[in-house]
């Protein structure tokens, strides 16, 4: 079974800036594609996480995608799932109701552009 036969939510491709954080560190990432309570992000410089680690990520709302009124901000809270080298995957959840309320929006959007 491979990975999106596992997936409960569909992901979608995604370029945007992130900073992926946790208590001692942050990193400055990109998001390569996202879903609802996962995303699979690259980061450049060397890092010190392993699959377990709790981590914060702050995605940068692409303007294109970003909302009337809403913050250009999207707030996720969630653990390391897997590391290839600099590709990690990540799962979380909205670290707010209005984070979850932006990532539906965020979501549809990506949807609707394919």
């Known amino acids: 079974m491979n990975d999106d036969d596992r997936r409960t939510y569909p992901r979608y491709p995604l370029r945007a ?5 946790n208590a001692e560190k942050e990193w400055a990432a990109h998001v390569l594609d996202i879903s609802y309570h996962g995303a699979r992000i690259a980061l450049l410089d060397d890092y010190h996480l392993c699959a377990g680690d709790a981590i914060d990520l702050r995605l ?5 995608q970003m909302p009337e009124g809403m913050l250009p901000y999207l707030y996720l809270r969630g653990t390391l799932v897997h590391q290839q080298e600099h590709m990690l995957g990540i799962q979380y959840e909205p670290a ?3 984070d979850a309320e ?3 929006t965020l979501l549809s959007n990506l949807n609707n552009s394919n």
Do not use: D, R, W, Y
């Not at 800036?17 to 954080?21: D, I, M, Q, R, S």
């Not at 940068?60 to 294109?64: A, D, Q, R, S, V």
């Open 102 to 104: 932006l990532l539906k």
């Open 60 to 64: 940068e709302i692409p303007e294109m």
């Open 96 to 98: 707010s109701a209005q």
């Open 17 to 21: 800036f992130a900073e992926l954080g």
